[in-house]
């Protein structure tokens, strides 16, 4: 992959399909206007989300080169220069906000997405537990954007499962960080000098079960079956339940789980996890089940 385009991390562009929940939730996805507002809402954060990703790479390329796969990254390596990635932020941040306000309702999501992720990388990555909840508040925005941004009214079942499934992810990517780096986590990132294994472990084991708990209340609440005209929905929950524990069993075994974007288009377990869950809903809300 070409440097430039590397420093933009499109694999990453994965976590924006959360701008599109709310679509197919809310049975919106016949609705023209909704559609565009929601595609053109997806392509300003990738284009956002690559913006805070350069800016992130410039601030930590230094502690990047004691890692053993962030080395690689364009501006830590030396393959891309200083000047040529902040061109290319600004040019993805003043498009993704030209996008943003022309298609969205709601452009303070973007604005606030963008806060917040420059506080995190100016200092508040560094404060225990608080840095995995901003980095949970982002895919909360995206779902935000994708309901309120659009005109959907969000569901608090939606927001609720949303927030317990990227906690568990941001813990994840917080103990394989730990893992792979045992004797100077801290120098890379000096807020796993505040964590443990054993830590990180409850907190997987927590955010996990409520993922689950959480996902299958609301497969059988009265509220969902009379939206989606259906009690079939309960059947995805195995497909939920799976891939969490195939997930937590990569972060275990083999050492994954730093990064949910490439282990979701790497690992079959999990690519056939997210398909089957997506196959039977789209047949429970076509009224196929």
């Known amino acids: 992959m070409p440097p430039l385009i590397k420093l933009l991390r499109p694999h990453q562009w994965l976590k924006n399909g959360f701008v599109l929940v709310g679509l197919l939730f809310a049975h919106a996805w016949n609705d023209g206007a909704k559609v565009e507002q929601a595609l053109l809402s997806f392509v300003a954060f990738c284009l956002l989300s690559s913006a805070v990703y350069i800016f992130n790479d410039f601030l930590d390329r230094a502690s990047d080169r004691l890692h053993p796969l962030k080395r690689q990254r364009p501006l830590a390596s030396g393959a891309?220069?200083?000047?040529?990635?902040?061109?290319?932020?600004a040019v993805c941040m003043a498009a993704g906000l030209w996008l943003a306000f022309g298609a969205s309702s709601a452009p303070w999501v973007?604005?606030?997405?963008?806060?917040?992720?420059?506080?995190?990388?100016?200092?508040?990555?560094?404060?225990?537990?608080l840095d995995v909840f901003l980095i949970a508040s982002g895919f909360m925005l995206r779902l935000l954007a994708g309901t309120v941004g659009i005109g959907i009214a969000p569901s608090q079942w939606l927001l609720l499962c949303g927030l317990m499934l990227t906690l568990f992810l941001g813990f994840a990517k917080r103990r394989a960080e730990l893992a792979a780096l045992p004797e100077d986590a801290a120098g890379h990132r000096r807020v796993l000098d505040q964590y443990s294994e054993a830590l990180l472990d409850q907190f997987l084991a927590i955010t996990a079960a409520c993922t689950v708990v959480t996902y299958s209340l609301y497969t059988v609440s009265s509220e969902t079956m009379f939206l989606h005209g259906s009690n079939h929905l309960i059947l995805t929950v195995p497909f939920v339940l799976y891939g969490l524990l195939h997930y937590l069993f990569r972060l275990q075994r083999r050492g994954a789980g730093g990064d949910p974007a490439r282990e979701l288009l790497s690992d079959p377990h999990l690519i056939a996890a997210v398909a089957g869950w997506l196959a039977m809903v789209l047949a429970v809300l076509a009224g196929r089940l």
């Open 80 to 89: 891309v220069s200083v000047n040529a990635a902040l061109a290319l932020m």
């Open 110 to 129: 973007f604005l606030l997405y963008i806060a917040i992720n420059i506080a995190y990388t100016l200092g508040l990555k560094h404060v225990v537990v």
